[in-house]
Structure formats: C-alpha cells, structure tokens
C-alpha cells in the first residue's frame, strides 16, 4: 500500500488505457483517487465500477474538461473542499490528429495542443499551491515515444504537445523541487487500446509494437506500474525525468 | 559562386542578434533574404543594414502568430522570388514569470510566438518545398527545451521552456514527413549566448548561475549560432536531418 492516505487526481481516466489503469493501481495500493474526464457519462461509470471494488468513500468521480480553466478549478476546489490535500497529479489527458504539416488546419492544432499542454499548464496551476502548502507533491505527464522519434503519419503537432512536457517539467521542477513536489514524465511507447485503433491506420500499431525487441505492445497495467512508483514516496529523488516505457521500441 | 547563391531564406524574427548574424552570412553568399518580424522599425533598421552589404532583401512586416500574416508573407516571397529553399525560424519571446503567477495570457503569448509561429511558417512553406523536392528547415530553440530552464537561479520561464522542447518534438516528427521529398528539418539548440536582449529577461545573478554551466568557458555568440544554422543549410548536411544540434558550450550534453 504504496499510495495509502494520498490523494490523487487522474485525468482522461474513464477510458480503456492508462488513465483507467492507474486509477485502479492507485486505489489498490491505498490512495483516495479523482476520477475526472471530459465524458460524464463514462466517468460515472468508471468511478461506479472502481467504488464498487474499492468502496464508495475511496473514489469521487468529476467530469472535468481539462481545457477548460473553470472546469479545472472547479474540479480542484472540490477535492481540497472536501480532502484538504492533493498528493497526487496524473496529467494524462491527450488527443492527437493526425494530418501532414501542411494539411493541419488551425482549429485541429488548437485542439492538440490545448488538450496536452494547456491542459497540463491549468490542472498543475490548479494544484501546486496546495502542494507547496503541504510541503509534498507528484506530478506526473503522460508524454510519448512521439518525444524522440518522429514518424511520417501525421502526428507533428502531437509531437510537439508530447515534447513539451519535457521543458514544462523541468523548468517546473526547479521552481518548486524544494517543497517536496516532483515533476516527471513517462512517455509510453505502443501501448494497445480500443480509442487507438480509431486514430491509427490499421496495423500500424501491430506492426510498430512487433518490431520491438520485445515483440508486443505494452499493457495500461505496465505502464501503471510505473506510474505508481513515480507517485510514491520512494521516487522523492527522481526529479524532472522522462522515463520511457516502450519494450525497446526505441532506446535513447 | 557558391551554391546558396541563387537560393532563397527566409529568417523570422529577423531584427534579434541571432537572425541578424545568420542574414549577414547568407548576403556573403549571395542568398536573396526574406527578413521578417512583427516590429517595423526594428526590422526596418535589420533590413538596411543587411542591404547594405549588398544583399538582395526583402523585409516584410509579420507577427508570425498569425496565420494570416504568415500566408501574406509567403505569397510575398514567392511574387518577388518565386520560392523558397530555407526557412530558418528564429521568432520567439520570453515573458519571464513565476508559475503561481503565469496567467492564461502570458502562457498563450509565448506559445503562441514559439510554437505557433513555427508551425505557420512551416504549414505554409513545405508545399513549396514539397513541389520543388529541396528545402531547409531550420528552427531555433533554446536548451531549455530539455534542461527546463537555464539554471535554478535562471528560472520563471515554464511557458519558455515548455514552448522550446515542443519545438523539438516538432521539428523532429516533421523531419520524418518531409525527408522523402529532399527537405531536411532541424534545430538548431543555443544554449546560453550573449547578446543585449538577455539582459532583459534574467537578472544578473542568473545569468552568472547559467555562465557557469558552460564548459568551454565561456557564452556563445550569434557567430556561434549562425555557423551551425550555415551547416544545417549547406548541401554537406544533407544526410542531417531531424536534428536537434547543441550549440551551447557543453552547458548541457544528452
């Protein structure tokens, strides 16, 4: 129990990938968890689904639009109304578009670059003055692969979105790296769900995750793992790091 | 005559030290130059002084922000050259800011001008550059794009460096779209360099505190930053591509 008496805010989490998986990692090893994400009706069900494995009192489910400043904030008072702390940050909200560079119409790097890096800018803001309060803090960014290798598929401007999270997590870190409060990132390599297979052309994410050494795309599950530890107490020296989870599909 | 001589750059951000620097090396070999910035007297001033040593310049008023002002800017271009072989993108600002106190407003003004500028420019450009199968893309980022911040003390710049690693990411996928049709993209990464504008955004304490990270001794200079922009453009580096090149005096080693 890793994560017990903590709590924790994981966005975009009533989907079928990481944001669920942590979510449930995080109840099982003792934190309070914030199930928040832009589909209301999803997020009730995921945070109905976890209560009942982990009871009523252990996860609050709030729908949350992570571009939207007053959603953000809303979230983040009720959860300090009702907690008086907030532990933990999983910034795990994205989207991406796929169009050639000079296909990208405006509206659609907006919506990229909104969701991943605006997103992150208003839960962080939302939550760092408690955490310099408490004199402790996680963050975590799910970031990407995207970070180091480019790909000719169309994914620029989420390149981008996942490549800013390195700059926004150092440069954070020192800022606030002597309250206690640790800024990383984890950026997964081909980690299959069924949202994915909407975004990519098919096979492509079958193909990327079989060229790996280790033959097969990553699960929600392992990268939670990783997650967890991040968000733990035992990670306290690990500062401003992106920590890639990709089976060896590329090694820096 | 070398090679860049019947080629056509632009340079955004085109009146700050750096673009001036590469403007000046570009004019020596005959490269006709597109200067480009949203603040006219200064570019104004980077134009004459570029025209002076001979070049053929054309200097166009743009905020790089906007896409509107960056189609205009390239249908300039293309009326008076017909095309465009390198875009170097050097536009960028800083509004230096503590993140309790970073408003939706300042964050969204350096994204804006660090990211979005970038992507206009090149949104537009590699069409041209995709029918002509050559071109060169190269855009200009700071270290703090993987550092966070220069130093502990050289701080207040979250946005910054959020701004400066996006651009990486940028680049490098962009790199993979277009390598097929013979352009290149690359960056380009200073670290600290000297030059008067810096002394507007850090305090002298910071400045000391990011000095003393450079290995070789001492801060880089524009020279420093236009040599390797003039690499990157060359036709030896046309196997570089989706680099991200560290000009900063071993301050920071991947």
């Excluded at chain 1, 729908?63 to 910034?91: E, H």
Aim: hydrophobic content about 40%; some cysteine; charged content about 25%.
């Amino acid at each position: 129990m890793r994560l017990k008496d903590r709590v924790a805010i994981v966005t975009a989490a009533a989907g079928a990938g990481i944001g669920k998986a942590t979510a449930k990692k995080f109840a099982e090893e003792g934190a309070t968890v914030i199930v928040t994400d832009n589909h209301e009706r999803r997020t009730k069900e995921t945070a109905d689904e976890l209560k009942s494995e982990f009871g009523e009192d252990k996860i609050i489910g709030i729908k949350c639009d992570v571009t939207n400043k007053k959603d953000v904030d809303s979230m983040a008072k009720q959860v300090l109304d009702k907690f008086g702390r907030v532990d933990i940050l999983i910034n795990n909200a994205g989207r991406e578009i796929l169009d050639p560079v000079e296909k990208i119409k405006d509206k659609d790097w907006d919506i990229v670059i909104d969701c991943n890096l605006k997103g992150m800018f208003f839960c962080t803001k939302a939550v760092i003055p408690a955490m310099i309060e408490q004199k402790y803090g996680r963050i975590i960014n799910l970031a990407s692969i995207a970070v180091w290798i480019g790909s000719p598929i169309g994914e620029t401007s989420y390149s981008a979105a996942k490549a800013g999270m390195v700059g926004f997590a150092n440069s954070l870190s020192r800022e606030v790296g002597q309250y206690g409060i640790t800024i990383n990132n984890v950026a997964p390599g081909i980690i299959p769900n069924p949202f994915l297979d909407k975004i990519y052309p098919p096979g492509m994410l079958n193909a990327a995750a079989k060229s790996s050494p280790v033959k097969r795309g990553g699960k929600p599950e392992e990268v939670a793992n990783l997650i967890a530890f991040l968000a733990s107490e035992e990670a306290g020296y690990i500062v401003g790091e992106t920590i890639d989870i990709n089976g060896g599909l590329y090694m820096r | 005559m070398s090679e860049e001589s019947n080629k056509v750059a632009i340079i955004t951000g085109a009146s700050n030290e750096v673009s001036q620097e590469i403007a000046k090396e570009l004019a020596k070999k005959g490269t006709k130059i597109i200067l480009a910035d949203k603040d006219k007297e200064k570019l104004e001033a980077a134009a004459n002084e570029i025209k002076s040593a001979g070049a053929d310049v054309l200097a166009i008023e743009c905020d790089v922000k906007s896409a509107d002002q960056v189609k205009d800017m390239i249908a300039k271009t293309v009326e008076k050259f017909g095309k465009v072989d390198f875009l170097i993108n050097n536009d960028w600002t800083n509004k230096p800011s503590s993140f309790l106190d970073m408003t939706e407003n300042i964050w969204d003004e350096v994204i804006d001008t660090n990211l979005r500028g970038p992507f206009n420019c090149c949104r537009e450009t590699v069409p041209l550059m995709k029918k002509q199968k050559f071109g060169r893309i190269v855009n200009i980022a700071s270290v703090t794009g993987y550092t966070g911040s220069i130093s502990n003390i050289a701080t207040n710049d979250v946005h910054f460096s959020t701004s400066q690693g996006a651009l990486l990411g940028f680049t490098r996928c962009m790199s993979s779209e277009v390598g097929r049709s013979k352009i290149t993209a690359n960056v380009v990464v200073l670290g600290f360099m000297d030059y008067p504008s810096l002394h507007d955004i850090y305090e002298p304490r910071a400045i000391k505190s990011g000095k003393a990270l450079i290995t070789v001794g001492k801060m880089g200079t524009p020279e420093d930053a236009a040599a390797a922009v003039m690499f990157l453009l060359s036709d030896e580096a046309k196997f570089v591509n989706g680099e991200t090149m560290l000009v900063c005096g071993g301050g920071y080693m991947r």
